[in-house]
């Protein structure tokens, strides 16, 4: 139970961001309650052993880091250790009669030559290198201003000082510059991927929220490079948490907050359950890492459009990695960074189309990466020694939507049809590479927009709490994107302005906000 009647904050939520917001404010001086649902801290940037009987740790949800500022990292001394991957992606395609594919990773001849080989020509890959160059400047320019009071878009829009980038990623939607740049299907579909993940668009959607997915996908760190955090995403959450109580920062787990109430100023009360009955806590600011949805209803107001998810979450434990129908890539290179399955910019249009109109897609689009590979310390010496691996699959434009009748029966037909579409490139099947656990059963959990929303309270589903908003003020933002509607509450998760991904920047913000920086 709370040691105390009252404190200075009180953070709901003990995911990453609510700890990053605790780390923050009691280093000064405050004094911080975080309430946490569940059993343990972490959110959805856990490391779990979902496989009975088999040691091996699996970044269950979130699994990447790009967005975490090293400015957080610095601040709060956290013990944390990214890994570059040396494969950014290879993306596997038939061609004139043969299996061939993509590979782009950290040596530009190999790259440059993976380009020629598949596109016949140079044109291609000078395309890549010039749109990524401009992604990059803009990277160097705009992250920087995610732990800064929210720029006036204007003032972004001059740090920017490229009114090229600046229509093509911030006014237009994302499929025109796609279009302009690159002519390769497969090309043009590798670019699109990052505008899709968790967001269910097309390239020419007018609501540009493709776009706004895109340049969170390509600014991380100014560089926009995906890094693995070894010994699981758990190890972020829990050196975060060390940071939080070392600060001397109180985190009170099987705490579900039940209301909110507040003068709007300098007084709040938070209602909680436990297993043992109900309680209350008196605070001066309220700190909320839920989702604008529930924050609502905990303040008894009318909550916001619904948010939606749109994907599928495999986690998978293999023996060994399968071979590959290319013959040129190796599956240890193939599988290190991001293996591109149905990914091609035709395919992703038809999927969308097909998903819209309330059909699972019949070539479902996905991306699968071999955390072991990377970081083989999530596995147990018995099975790092026998060669197994970790497979992580993210599918794409699977809304929340197609499961609303018949979850678990439409999730077996989704996660079969995945499959057979990572199969159609392989040499084996994967079946019969998966691991069993302790009863016999195969080494794989599927979970969709319905099973986030129940296991983690993330409405619809959506991994970003609601559509992602420009890192710029917009009507009603206030000063860091922060704020609601009260005061003395302040909204510290992913739904904040610049909120999403595994980051700690909405939670920093608050902790800005709170101490009137």
């Known amino acids: 139970m709370p040691a105390h009647e009252r404190y200075d904050a009180v953070i709901v939520g003990g995911g990453h961001n609510g700890l990053v917001a605790a780390a923050y404010l009691a280093r000064a001086g405050r004094s911080v309650l975080v309430l946490e649902r569940l059993g343990s801290t972490g959110g959805a940037a856990v490391s779990s052993r979902p496989f009975a009987g088999l040691e091996a740790r699996l970044s269950r949800y979130s699994y990447l880091v790009s967005l975490l500022p090293r400015k957080i990292v610095r601040d709060l001394g956290l013990e944390l250790t990214l890994r570059k991957r040396p494969v950014s992606s290879y993306t596997p395609v038939r061609r004139d ?6 590979l782009v990773d950290d040596r530009a001849d190999a790259t440059r030559q993976s380009f020629e080989q598949l596109t016949g020509g140079t044109a291609e890959y000078r395309a890549w290198e010039d749109f990524y160059g401009m992604t990059r400047r803009v990277a160097e320019r705009v992250f920087p201003t995610l732990t800064e009071p929210l720029p006036a878009r204007e003032e972004l829009r001059r740090r920017v000082d490229d009114d090229t980038a600046w229509r093509m990623l911030f006014e237009e939607p994302l499929g025109a510059a796609v279009e302009a740049y690159f002519h390769d299907d497969l090309v043009r579909g590798v670019v699109l991927t990052d505008a899709l993940i968790g967001t269910f668009a097309e390239s020419h959607d007018p609501s540009l929220k493709q776009n706004r997915c895109f340049l969170y996908h390509v600014i991380g760190n100014g560089t926009g490079d995906w890094d693995v955090p070894v010994g699981g995403m758990g190890q972020l959450t829990d050196a975060l948490a060390a940071a939080a109580r070392s600060a001397g920062a109180e985190l009170a787990t099987g705490h579900q907050v039940t209301g ?4 709007g100023d300098r007084q709040a009360e938070v209602a909680y359950r436990t297993a043992e009955g109900y309680g209350t806590v008196a605070a001066g600011h309220v700190l909320v ?14 909550p916001p459009a619904a948010a939606e998810g749109a994907q599928l979450k495999v986690n998978m434990l293999l023996k060994r990695l399968p071979q590959l129908r290319d013959p040129a890539v190796d599956p240890r290179q193939a599988f290190a960074g991001t293996f591109h399955i149905a990914e091609g910019y035709e395919q992703l249009a038809t999927a969308y189309t097909e998903a819209a109109a309330g059909r699972l897609p019949s070539a479902p689009p996905s991306e699968i990466y071999c955390h072991s590979l990377t970081d083989p310390t999530i596995l147990g010496p018995e099975l790092a020694e026998r060669g197994y691996h ?10 929340a939507r197609l499961f609303a009748a018949e979850n678990d029966a439409v999730r077996e037909r989704l996660l079969a049809s995945t499959l057979a579409q990572l199969d159609s490139h392989l040499a084996e099947p994967l079946a019969g590479c998966l691991a ?33 908003a420009f890192p710029h003020a917009q009507e009603s933002t206030g000063r860091w994107g922060v704020e609601t509607g009260h005061a003395n509450v302040l909204l510290c998760g992913a739904g904040a302005v610049r909120g999403g991904g595994v980051s700690g920047i909405p939670g920093h913000n608050a902790a800005m906000a709170l101490l009137g920086h």
């Not at 009669?97 to 993509?102: F, N, S, V, W």
């Not at 302790?438 to 409405?459: F, H, N, Q, S, V």
């Open 390 to 399: 970790t497979l992580t699959l993210f599918g794409l434009h699977t809304p």
């Open 289 to 302: 890492g839920a989702s604008p949805h529930e924050l609502a209803a905990l303040l008894g107001e009318e």
């Open 260 to 263: 909110i109430e507040t003068d």
């Open 436 to 468: 069993e656990d302790a009863e016999g059963r195969p080494c794989i959990e599927a979970k969709t927009p319905l099973d986030l929303e129940r296991d983690l309270r993330l409405p619809g589903g959506n991994i970003f709490h609601r559509d992602l």
């Open 97 to 102: 009669g043969r299996a061939t594919g993509l």
